[in-house]
């Protein structure tokens, strides 16, 4: 058995060591080397500011971090550092915003509304014949079903981001959805409160929210038909979206 070996094989329930959270969909950008790893260093870095609840006003999560911190992290020049940023955002995957003179700009990660897999990915079938199928992988099939509304077929297209909403900041609506909802539902921003409110105290998911909302809508109406008083937002087992 050899004695102070610098890596071992990896077994069942091993730790993996630390690492980032590479987005598949880089594999299919044509964004060079540095500007994928910078993205994936900032993307490890905004799930620190979402758990710190780091925010502006609309709720868009953002992070702090200085050209030099970058370029240390990276092992690469600062000037480097800045043509990946512009890269990106050409790509539309950060937004940079100006602080003050003394502080750094925020940096606002994006996260493209439509994934696409990279064929290196798919079909994918071990030695033994047996398939894997990661659940992100799972996800990248999903979203294949949006593959023909891509008028770019090399180039990931971005659409309106959902926008956070409620006073917990937990209700997710694109623009569209928002106003469609408006115009078909009375009292629209009274439920967006009472959903915020119920998924911050029960810590219950809901895949859809605006679908969410629109079936707490319409319950409301039904039951304000029927009878005065409370309705029941509360969704029985197997119910919740």
């Known amino acids: 058995m050899e004695v102070n070996a610098i890596s071992d094989y990896l077994k069942p329930n091993m730790p993996l060591p630390q690492y980032l959270p590479y987005a598949r969909f880089l594999l299919d950008t044509d964004l060079s080397h540095t500007a994928k790893l910078l993205y994936t260093l ?3 870095r905004a799930t620190l500011s979402q758990k710190n609840n780091w925010m502006d006003e609309r709720g868009f999560v ?10 240390d992290a990276l092992r690469c020049s600062t000037m480097s550092i800045k043509r990946a940023l512009r890269s990106l955002e050409d790509a539309d995957l950060i ?12 940096i606002f990660v994006k996260v493209p509304t439509v994934q696409k897999c990279s064929p290196a990915w798919n079909d994918f079938v071990p030695s033994d014949g047996t398939e894997m199928i990661s659940s992100m992988e799972q996800k990248c099939s999903t979203n294949q079903r949006y593959k023909n509304n891509l008028k770019d077929s090399h180039l990931i297209k971005t659409t309106a981001a959902p926008l956070t909403f409620g006073e917990y900041h937990n209700v997710f609506l694109t623009e569209k959805e ?17 959903l915020s409110a119920y ?4 810590g219950k998911k809901y895949a859809d929210h605006a679908a969410t909302l629109r079936i707490w809508a319409k319950r409301q109406k039904s039951e304000q038909k029927q009878a005065p008083g409370i309705p029941d937002y509360t969704f029985r087992e197997g119910e919740s979206l």
């Open 95 to 106: 937004e940079r915003r100006r602080g003050r003179i003394t502080v750094p700009n925020s």
């Open 62 to 71: 953002y992070v702090i971090f200085p050209l030099s911190s970058l370029s």
């Open 42 to 44: 900032l993307l490890d």
């Open 199 to 202: 998924i911050q105290s029960t």
């Open 178 to 194: 928002y106003k469609q909802l408006k115009a078909d539902f009375f009292g629209l921003d009274s439920l967006i409160e009472q």
